[in-house]
């Protein structure tokens, strides 16, 4: 009795800060003016939800590998179809999917043929799950400062072509640079690790009781695998658009090959 007063007490806790949270979140973009409190009254709906469901389902997954795959699969489908949406590409969003796991495949492929991750879901979903979820977001941020740039400098696009660039080179011109500020937050990740930030891989294994060397061991190989996989991403989103593959449908027929 006492026992299940202390979980409902801790449960009523929980939902209050959880709340208070999303409240405030809402309650600063409204009232400066950044955006419509909407999307994090969504996003912390679709949050907990997506995490009922997963929790409700991740032990019998965890347990059959076969299952394990078929979940990996699933990540990788939303976080392209995430991807796509943010980046308003439509149908040409599905070649984002090239972006996100170009990177992530050899990454998890390494980390299983050297023996540093067991082939058990206990390990895979969690740091497949980082990694597709690092490359959607390095996926999403380039491809949007990418598009957002080819057109806003159009005009230097034109230039170039006219300057005799072909179609391609005069693309990559315009958005490398800003491509490659997806880059910064996984790079700050890294230069502050330990200092600012402590990682989920890192706490996730010391609150589940293993040393700390072997935690801090797993997270330095997480964060220079993230490195790898997002700058591959990036470099995959600045082909992608350097060769008409991905656009927005407002850009269409922008840029046209000659």
């Not at 202390?6 to 009523?12: F, I, K, Y």
């Not at 990559?172 to 640079?177: A, D, T, Y």
């Not at 589940?208 to 700058?231: D, K």
Request: glycine share 10%; net charge positive; proline share 3%.
């Amino acid at each position: 009795m006492i026992t299940t007063m202390v979980l409902v007490a801790d449960w009523v806790r929980l939902l209050i800060v959880c709340v208070a949270f999303v409240a405030a979140a809402a309650a600063i973009t409204h009232f400066t003016g950044l955006t419509s409190p909407k999307p994090f009254l969504g996003a912390a709906a679709r949050g907990v939800l997506q995490l009922a469901a997963v929790s409700a389902v991740i032990t019998f997954v965890l347990t059959h590998l076969g299952l394990t795959w078929a979940f990996l699969v699933l990540m990788a489908v939303v976080a392209t179809a995430t991807s796509a949406s943010r980046t308003g590409t439509g149908r040409r969003g599905v070649w984002v999917a090239a972006a996100i796991l170009v990177g992530t495949v050899p990454a998890l492929g390494l980390l299983l043929g050297i023996g540093l991750l067991p082939v058990q879901g206990i390990a895979l979903i969690p740091v497949g799950g980082i990694l597709i979820g690092g490359a959607m977001t390095a996926t999403t941020l380039s491809a949007r400062r990418a598009l957002d740039s080819l057109h806003d400098r159009y005009g230097e696009y034109e230039a170039a072509r006219a300057l005799g660039f072909h179609e391609r080179d005069a693309v990559c011109l315009i958005i490398r640079k800003p491509a490659a500020e997806a880059l910064i937050p996984a790079l700050d990740q890294t230069r502050t690790v330990g200092l600012v930030t402590l990682p989920g891989a890192f706490v996730g294994m010391l609150l589940g009781g293993a040393p700390v060397w072997q935690a801090g061991a797993l997270q330095i190989v997480v964060l220079l695998a993230l490195l790898a996989v997002e700058a591959a991403a990036v470099a995959t989103v600045v082909e992608l658009i350097a060769r008409r593959l991905v656009r927005r449908t407002s850009q269409g027929s922008e840029v046209r090959l000659t």
